[in-house]
């Protein structure tokens, strides 16, 4: 028997219902990933603070059912394609991103080397293939060949305003592809403050998405930001700027 079937505390609830709207039917192994994923970070959480969220029904809600919602960005055509998520944390969105997605290649980053040991230890566990972790700041990495223009999505949750999270984000789609920012809601703020770096950083944004249409009280929004031009070289700028002097 699965854990799933066996521990009645652990209660899907209204969650699988709502994960329903997303066009997502979760399948057993996948309902027991999202089980393994919870109790991985409630242990380690009791050493090393990952999430405030450490009770069942939040973490469905805020982190699972929350990336769950990206899935209303993907094309059904989508099929093996390359995602990054930066500033993953404690992996979310990036996990429930690939245990809804297998086929996609998922890769998170952070700076903060504990929080990619953490990752780790989820892909581990939880079998994850073609899913990797990369330790290091985006100011940096995004000038590396093997990351610059490499991926058909790039992804971001609560990291920066979005003026500060173009510069970070963009330069790591190639041409094409797209940057995907949640924001909450000061969405519309960020986004009248955000045409100097749309235009300086080759990006559009094509679509703002609000996922309480399908999930009622939802509190956030889904900013889909394409890649028109190539980035200029100069940029993600050094370590810091792009935060303490956003392109406004």
Avoid at 35 to 45: K, R, T
Avoid at 47 to 75: G, K, M, Q, Y
Avoid at 130 to 150: I, K, M, N, P, V
Wanted: glycine fraction near 8%; hydrophobic fraction near 40%; charge should be negative.
């Amino acid at each position: 028997m699965s854990i799933f079937d066996t521990n009645k505390s652990y209660d899907f609830g209204d969650f699988l219902p709502n994960i329903l709207k997303l066009g997502i039917n979760p399948t057993q192994s996948q309902l027991n990933s999202i089980i393994s994923f919870f109790e991985l970070l409630v242990n380690e959480n009791k050493s090393f603070n990952l999430t405030s969220i450490v009770e069942w029904e939040p973490f469905l809600l805020r982190h699972i059912l929350d990336s769950a919602c990206l899935n209303l960005v993907f094309s059904e055509n989508d099929y093996k394609v390359n995602l990054l998520d930066i500033g993953s944390g404690a992996g979310i969105p990036g996990i429930p991103i690939k245990i809804f997605n297998p086929d996609f290649k998922v890769q998170m980053m952070d700076a903060t080397k504990k929080k990619i040991g953490f990752i780790d230890k989820v892909i581990s566990q939880l079998g994850l293939t073609d899913t990797y972790s990369h330790h290091g700041r985006a100011e940096e990495l995004g000038h590396h060949s093997g990351f610059r223009g490499q991926f058909d999505y790039v992804t971001a949750r609560a990291v920066a305003e979005l003026p500060t999270l173009l510069e970070l984000m963009l330069p790591f789609v190639k041409q094409g592809g797209y940057a995907v920012a949640m924001k909450g809601e000061t969405v519309n703020q960020e986004i009248q403050k955000s045409t100097k770096a749309l235009h300086e950083l080759g990006g559009k944004i094509i679509n703002i998405i609000d996922p309480s249409e399908f999930i009622q009280n939802y509190p956030g929004f889904l900013v889909v930001i394409e890649k028109i031009s190539e980035t200029p070289t100069r940029y993600p700028r050094r370590n810091g700027v792009p935060v303490k002097s956003p392109l406004i």
